[in-house]
């Protein structure tokens, strides 16, 4: 025969849970002390490496005594203020910004045009990754001596290089940032209809920008220590000379703390156009969009 079994039914009181009130919690956020808040401000944090690095400098300088092979940095912030002063260091810096603002143009033009071409068709892509796989590991100052005898001796040698510096750069990493888009927004552009530059300029390059952003920083360095040692050799081409034609005048003439004071201008500048140029260009954009934290 079936056991029987019995089922006792346990009658459980309800739970009635009063949610407490806001002002009981109390406060849910720390206040940071100052100590943290000043480690958390970048800028400071960059203002005290940069002055360590100066004491570290001046501290070694010191220490070795000799002006002919490492200055203080007193006495090349001296030279730096002489320069300004008396030695048309602006006019050689700007002589050098003015030369690479055109062959950085003209290279961000070429690249945007393989790019659209590479991206919209297939014997495009094949001849950006065929020149990219030939010209990218090319230096740059090894086609000056070419330059030279195609365009002679003058800013036009210049630029040529400029734009061999900025055109690889920026076309492989502009076609990586395209690759790397999702098929779900290549799928939303051509439900739309758009088609050719149209389905660049809306859909791929907002989706890419990180890394069009990227191959922009790339290009402008290899651009501005391109020039730099193309004047180191030849810059009296590029009108009265930049900042590498006074570098290498100044060590013809053993005017060691004029020479680093060159070479602060030049680090001055490549510091400028990172951390204020890119920073906005990507704070108003990539960050904006919620790209990049």
């Not at 806001?22 to 100590?35: D, M, Q, R, T």
Request: proline share 4%; hydrophobic share 55%.
């Amino acid at each position: 025969m079936a056991e029987r079994r019995h089922v006792v039914q346990v009658d459980r009181p309800e739970i009635v849970r009063v949610p407490e009130s806001f002002n009981a919690v109390g406060v849910v956020e720390k206040p940071l002390s100052a100590a943290e808040r000043l480690t958390n401000n970048t800028l400071l944090r960059r203002v005290v490496l940069l002055v360590a690095l100066a004491l570290l400098w001046q501290g070694y300088a010191t220490y070795l005594n000799n002006d002919l092979l490492f200055p203080t940095f007193t006495a090349t912030m001296e030279a730096l203020v002489v320069g300004i002063k008396t030695g048309g260091l602006l006019g050689k810096a700007w002589t050098s910004i003015s030369v690479l603002l055109v062959g950085y143009a003209l290279g961000i033009a070429l690249a945007t045009v393989l790019t659209v071409f590479a991206i919209t068709t297939r014997v495009g892509n094949d001849i950006l990754e065929t020149l990219t796989s030939m010209f990218n590991p090319l230096p740059a100052i090894a086609l000056l001596p070419l330059a030279l005898i195609w365009f002679g001796l003058g800013e036009g040698s210049l630029i040529f290089v400029l734009v061999h510096s900025v055109l690889w750069a920026v076309a492989l990493n502009t076609h990586s940032g395209f690759m790397a888009v999702s098929p779900t927004m290549r799928m939303v552009g051509r439900n739309y209809g758009l088609t050719g530059f149209a389905y660049v300029r809306r859909i791929l390059i907002p989706a890419a920008f990180p890394s069009i952003l990227a191959g922009l920083k790339i290009g402008w360095a290899f651009a501005w220590r391109t020039l730099i040692a193309a004047e180191l050799v030849f810059g009296v081409s590029a009108g009265s000379g930049g900042l590498g034609w006074f570098i290498y005048q100044n060590k013809n003439q053993l005017e060691i703390p004029s020479v680093f004071a060159g070479l602060f201008m030049v680090i001055f500048i490549g510091l400028i156009v990172e951390n204020l140029i890119f920073k906005i260009a990507e704070r108003l954009t990539v960050r904006k969009w919620g790209m990049q934290a």
